[in-house]
Each structure stands twice: as structure tokens, then as C-alpha cells.
């Protein structure tokens, strides 16, 4: 159920992309305490996108799941922070992450809720 979304004005590679999803969606399993089977994410590269006024590198992560905590809000924040700054050189001060903790009853998987 934890869903991750980003978005960055960085182009990423073909060759570069199972690496990165992979990446993301670990991070995603571990952060949460989620099983990783539950986990998706997507990557979107080459947008365009302004951030305090120009384009240099940035980011936007939509990041959900059941269950979200503060706590695991800030550690997933510092954690993929790190790991856009390592994989596609991002700083941390151009990276908007928006954080949704979604009721069980409104999260459908499966012809059905996790409700």
C-alpha cells in the first residue's frame, strides 16, 4: 500500500531506471515496515519544472500510505533526500516531498479495501 511518486527535472536513463525504482521501492518497504509486494512507485524524469524561480535539479515526491507516522515521515524525508542526492544529484534544499497517511477503508487493492 505505500505508494511513491517522483518527479524531477532530471533526466534518468534507461539503464538507470530498473536501478532506481528498485532503490525507491526498498526504501519504501523499509521505512514503512510494509512488505515490499505492496509497495509502488514510479519515476518520472525530464519534466519540466521551476523551483525558486529557475530549473536547476529539483524534485517533487508524492509519498502514501496506511498508517504513516511523523516519525516515519522524517526518516523516509532524510532517506530519500540522500538517495536522490547520490543517484541523480539533488540536493536536499530542491526537493519537495508532500506526505498522505490515507485510511485503510480508502486504500483499494484487489477488488476491494484494506479496510
Known amino acids: 500500500m505505500p505508494y511513491l511518486k517522483l518527479s524531477t527535472t ?3 536513463l534507461d539503464e538507470q531506471s ?3 525504482l528498485d532503490q525507491l521501492s526498498k526504501l ?3 521505512q514503512t515496515g510494509k512488505p515490499e509486494r505492496y509497495v509502488m512507485v514510479q519515476v518520472e524524469g525530464g519534466k519540466a519544472m521551476l523551483f525558486a524561480g ?3 535539479p529539483l524534485a517533487y ?3 502514501k500510505s496506511i ?5 516515519q515521515a522524517k526518516a523516509i524525508s532524510s532517506s530519500l533526500c540522500r538517495l536522490l542526492n547520490d543517484t541523480l544529484q539533488i540536493p536536499s534544499d ?3 516531498i508532500e506526505f498522505s497517511n490515507c485510511p ?3 486504500w483499494g487493492w484487489n477488488g476491494s479495501t484494506f479496510g
Open 28 to 30: 519504501m518497504a523499509q
Open 18 to 20: 530498473p536501478q532506481l
Open 10 to 12: 532530471e533526466s534518468i
Open 94 to 96: 530542491r526537493v519537495y
Open 54 to 56: 529557475n530549473n536547476q
Open 61 to 63: 515526491v508524492e509519498c
Open 67 to 71: 498508517g504513516l507516522t511523523t516519525a
Open 104 to 106: 485503510a477503508e480508502y
